[in-house]
């Protein structure tokens, strides 16, 4: 079971929007306790929230679930060092939104181009399953986020729960605008919500999702977001 460990997420600043990420949140007792013990286990592990990735003013905003355990928990950086991150990446190379077909490291020399990856829950979850009064407590950051990148022209939702974060962010009904793979919904603003099933371990080797269809999506949000054919 997780120690406890004292909860209180440093709150906003008085004026001026609120944060988009806090290095040192604490505000959901479940995660900060299962982090204190994998700091405790793992040492080499970074195992603390874990931040966006990418450029500062994106045309693609790529929304995962949460981090792994070894993957981002470990690496720091979202999708480095796990399986989802072997599709991932090499697709977003493809298609012009990274620079290396492969993510190993933090300290890599990978980039993103056009893009940024963040994810709904910015901490390491038990099981990889983060509990609902947690995904709405993360909300405040993804919906700060979002507020903040008037590039975006496309938001890539991967997996059911990141497509239900973006709607939470946005004041939308997940009724309205249903989960689908492949679903293309107009947002306020002119903006384009996508939707992929995760590229997870479970998803690709069972054929749930496949590298092509999953190239799709990449394909078409890149095209909707005026992203230029990679040149090679």
């Known amino acids: 079971m997780p120690r406890p460990v004292r909860v209180g997420r440093t709150p906003p600043p008085a004026t001026g929007p609120a944060p988009i990420f806090d290095p040192g949140c604490t505000a959901c007792p479940r995660l900060a306790g299962f982090l204190a013990d994998v700091r405790r286990t793992r040492p080499g592990y970074y195992a603390r929230p874990v931040p966006q990735f990418g450029v500062a003013k994106p045309e693609v905003l790529i929304v ?21 991150g072997i599709l991932l990446y090499q697709t977003l190379y493809d298609y012009g939104l990274a620079t290396a077909p492969e993510s190993v490291s933090a300290t890599d020399s990978l980039r993103l181009r056009h893009a940024r990856i963040t994810n ?11 509990l609902p009064e947690e995904i709405r ?17 496309v938001i890539l939702a991967l997996g059911r729960i990141a497509h239900e974060a973006v709607l939470l962010a946005l004041g939308l009904k997940r009724t309205k605008l ?28 069972t054929r749930r999702l496949t590298p092509g269809m999953f190239a799709a999506v990449v394909a078409r949000a890149s095209e909707l977001a005026g992203v230029p054919a990679p040149r090679r």
Do not use: W
């Open 64 to 84: 995962g679930l949460a981090p792994g355990m070894h993957g981002a928990n470990r690496s720091g950086r979202a999708f480095t060092g796990d399986f989802a």
């Open 137 to 153: 407590r993360c909300n405040v950051y993804l919906r700060a986020e979002i507020g903040s990148l008037a590039s975006v022209r």
């Open 120 to 130: 709904a829950v910015k901490c390491l979850p038990p099981a990889n399953k983060p």
């Open 178 to 205: 249903p989960f689908a793979h492949g679903a293309e919904h107009p947002l306020p603003g002119g903006s384009v919500l996508i939707d992929s099933y995760h590229c997870s371990r479970y998803n690709t080797q």
